[in-house]
T-cell receptor, first 113, second 113 residues
Framework: DSGVTQTPKHLITATGQRVTLRCSPR?????VYWYQQSLDQGLQFLIQ???????AKGNILERFSAQQFPDLHSELNLSSLELGDSALYFC????????????FGPGTRLTVT | EDQVTQSPEALRLQEGESSSLNCSYT??????LFWYRQDPGKGPEFLFT???AGEEKEKERLKATLTKKESFLHITAPKPEDSATYLC??????????????FGKGTKLTVNP
């Protein structure tokens, strides 16, 4: 158990809908990262938050947004969903701004029908 | 742009048959190279961090090594429970100080009894 929790575990929704994925980092970790894993692309970095502030953006679509709250949990919002958004979404956390290992949560499997 | 290439894509071994997985990388400035293990449908599990060429780390039957262009994950006398996908990732020096990871597509290891 990495200490990172994610909910829900599975999500099935229709095209055009909006969903919210939730992540709670390990106790004491200030950074939260979101990654998307699909069969053909592998793990792709989406966005990083550090202590409530956006720190870096990767290949995140404009339809997707995220935030980190004062208690350090984070939410990833996916809207106007398309079939191609079906993937595993992972949250990771780390201890700060230096060279720290990222610990991953169990993921949310999103299926868009 | 940072890139990671892993080979082979898949590897089948007999129990006890030692082998190595390769991770080649290009990065503007290496902060760290990370190895993860991922079981189907689960989040990546942290194994090792390597920071500089010549560094080696060991954990049970696994040993990771690092050169300026590649890393190897050596598996000695593997057991069926070592079957998993092994992921390599790099963290490079970036403007803005993001700690994002760039992942390879992984090597799927199967160890037969």
């Amino acid at each position: 158990d990495s200490g990172v929790t994610q909910t829900p575990k599975h999500l099935i929704t229709a095209t055009g809908q909006r969903v919210t994925l939730r992540c709670s980092p390990r106790s004491g970790d200030l950074s939260v990262y979101w990654y998307q894993q699909s069969l053909d692309q592998g793990l792709q970095f989406l966005i990083q938050y550090y202590n409530g502030e956006e720190r870096a953006k990767g290949n995140i679509l404009e339809r997707f947004s995220a935030q980190q709250f004062p208690d350090l949990h984070s939410e990833l919002n996916l809207s106007s969903l398309e079939l191609g958004d079906s993937a595993l979404y992972f949250c990771a956390s780390s201890g700060g701004t230096a060279i720290y290992e990222q610990y991953f949560g169990p993921g949310t499997r999103l299926t868009v029908t | 742009e940072d890139q990671v290439t892993q080979s082979p894509e898949a590897l089948r071994l007999q129990e006890g048959e030692s082998s190595s997985l390769n991770c080649s990388y290009t990065v503007s400035g290496l902060r760290g190279l990370f190895w993860y293990r991922q079981d189907p449908g689960k989040g990546p599990e942290f194994l090792f961090t390597l920071y500089s060429a010549g560094e080696e780390k060991e954990k049970e039957r696994l040993k990771a090594t690092l050169t300026k262009k590649e890393s190897f994950l050596h598996i000695t006398a593997p057991k069926p429970e070592d079957s998993a996908t092994y992921l390599c990732a790099v963290q490079g020096v970036t403007q803005g100080g993001s700690e994002k990871l760039v992942f390879g597509k992984g090597t799927k290891l199967t160890v037969n009894p």
